[in-house]
């Protein structure tokens, strides 16, 4: 399994970002896939889920405001992220369990004014 994480950058208050996650070494469309976030002092929180389904799940906070999805034929993971706050300030991972198993490098989203 591998999974390289990219797209993060500086953005305003009320700006978007779209994440992109690249999925090797197995099928995407098979497995639950996550994006977890990881802020400066804080532990890894779990931000949405995407199932074999496509169905999704997100925490309240970003439920609205974030958008999971994947695009099988690829093989990656998106993660579109609109109205963005400071408090979304982190490293972004994409990972294959909710506590952020086998995730790459991540993806570092700053949003400042």
């Known amino acids: 399994v591998q999974l390289v994480e990219s797209g993060g950058g500086l953005v305003q208050p009320g700006g978007s970002l779209t994440l992109s996650c690249a999925a090797s070494?197995?099928?995407?469309?098979?497995?639950?896939m996550y994006w977890v976030r990881q802020a400066p002092g804080q532990e890894l929180e779990w931000l949405s889920s995407?199932?074999?389904?496509?169905?999704?799940a997100y925490l309240p906070s970003v439920e609205g405001r974030f958008t999971t999805s994947r695009d099988d034929a690829k093989s990656i993971l998106y993660l579109q992220m609109n109205d963005l706050k400071t408090e979304d300030t982190a490293v972004y991972y994409c990972?294959?369990?909710?506590?952020?198993?086998?995730r790459g490098q991540g993806t570092q989203v700053t949003v400042s004014s």
């Open positions: 070494g197995f099928t995407l469309s098979s497995r639950v």
């Open positions: 990972a294959t369990s909710s506590r952020g198993r086998d």
């Open positions: 995407i199932y074999p389904s496509t169905n999704t």
